[in-house]
DNA sequence: GTCGTTGCAAAACTTTTGCAGTTCA
DNA sequence: TGAACTGCAAAAGTTTTGCAACGAC
């Protein structure tokens, strides 16, 4: 099995206090709704979209619930803030995943079961960056997605006929 | 200035007629609108959007119009087909480019300008099969895309205020 | 007090779908 | 002839926006 083998990276702020500092940059307020949704998103490490987000607000107890235009308002925010950013489309949904704290990776897509797969290569970067220079062009972000069949289902189906498991 | 550096391969069957076997593998037919699109779509080889190709489409003095739904439905069944592929999302739509004819290439993508650079590199690919083998991942495919500022755009603005012009 | 912000409902947009009539094989 | 196809209009689904009330600084 695939394990995620990336570790997060030290940061000297918390996200929070990181979108607090963008806000102050552009004259925009911290606002408690605000607060809440910085906190919802990086509360897990899961990949996530807009739509999941909301559904995590709505089922809060503590009864912080937060609109539907705000959600999507502050996603774009974070993402321009550095906080997060689209990886894919799923399911016709921008996918986000957390930008802050955590080191340049890349994913495969399973085809089939959906599963997303982290890794990082940093001789795939550096080639990128000769590429782009051949190019006279200035790297900012990169996206790679690998597609394809994941461990799990590039196997036989495990639920073999019975005679099998007799052998 | 970056050149499109990549060559078109060597082809057995013309596009259309490819379409019309794929066609043929699921007993579906090959109708007057299919044909139509299927000669516009590579008509030209520049990457396009469904928008796109119902104003092309819409332009033509043949007046071989061709409606909304059906070049939708077409655009799925191409991408099926192995025809044409997906390579991004702009301005939300779905961007769509040559699948068929063309080798594997990725892309320098300007945050600018939009201008969107092919490259080709091999190395890239191997790292990604090395990757994949490591994590037991079977890979049907790949999608690198690079952001950043293209040449024209990272250099000074050519448009300068009228006083430098003066000095 | 002044703006920025929120929530709501409505709008905007791309893409999909149901259906009646048409066409291909 | 019959199943597949088209075009239309309407629907679906996500994301955006106008606006009046509200809240941060």
Redesign the interface.
Known sequence: ??ELDLETIAVAVAPAEKYREFLATKSLRMTRERAIIVDEVFASHEHFDADQLIQRLARRSDGKRVSRSTIYRSLKHLEEAGLIRKIA?QDDRDLYEHDYGYPQHDH?I??RCGTL?E?H?E??SE??EQ??R??????????????????NC?RPPVTRPKKLNLL
């Open positions: 099995m695939s489309r495969l399973c085809n797969t890794f290569n001789q795939i080639l990128l590429i782009a051949d190019h006279g062009f200035r790297i900012e972000g990169h996206r790679t997605e690998v597609y394809g069949l994941c461990d590039c």
